[in-house]
Nanobody, 122 residues
Framework: QVQLVESGGGLVQPGGSLRLSCAAS????????MGWYRQAPGKERELVAA???????HYVAPVKGRFTISRDNAKNTVYLQMNSLKPEDTAVYYC????????????????WGQGTQVTVSS
């Protein structure tokens, strides 16, 4: 059974940084794409960043250059380092695991964590 547990969210001022962690169990990163998604109030859930099974990262345009996704295979944990945070980054952030052949942009696939709140405000 796949389980994903996110941590690391919180309140941060604009320009600040946070690092989110996603501890995974029941899966192998070799055969799965891992992603971070977010959902702001009144908006649909959207992809933020993904790390493909071969280890290659992928970012959406609004976070490129500010966010970094990485994984530690030994700890079975995926990270999202978020720098230069903006108020528009405020959302609940979710970790997702899905089969490596599934499109990371489709939010109907995969297993989800419970989410962690990120609030960027002065």
């Amino acid at each position: 059974q796949v389980q994903l547990v996110e941590s690391g969210g919180g309140l941060v001022q604009p320009g600040g940084s946070l690092r989110l962690s996603c501890a995974a169990s029941g899966i192998s990163f070799t055969f799965n794409n891992m992603g971070w998604y977010r959902q702001a109030p009144g908006k649909e859930r959207e992809l933020v960043a993904a790390i493909i099974s071969d280890g290659s990262p992928h970012y959406v345009a609004p976070v490129k250059g500010r966010f970094t996704i990485s994984r530690d295979n030994a700890k079975n944990t995926v990270y999202l380092q978020m720098n230069s945070l903006k108020p528009e980054d405020t959302a609940v952030y979710y970790c997702n695991a899905r089969n490596r052949y599934l499109n990371v942009y489709d939010t109907t696939f995969g297993t989800w964590g419970q989410g962690t709140q990120v609030t960027v405000s002065s």
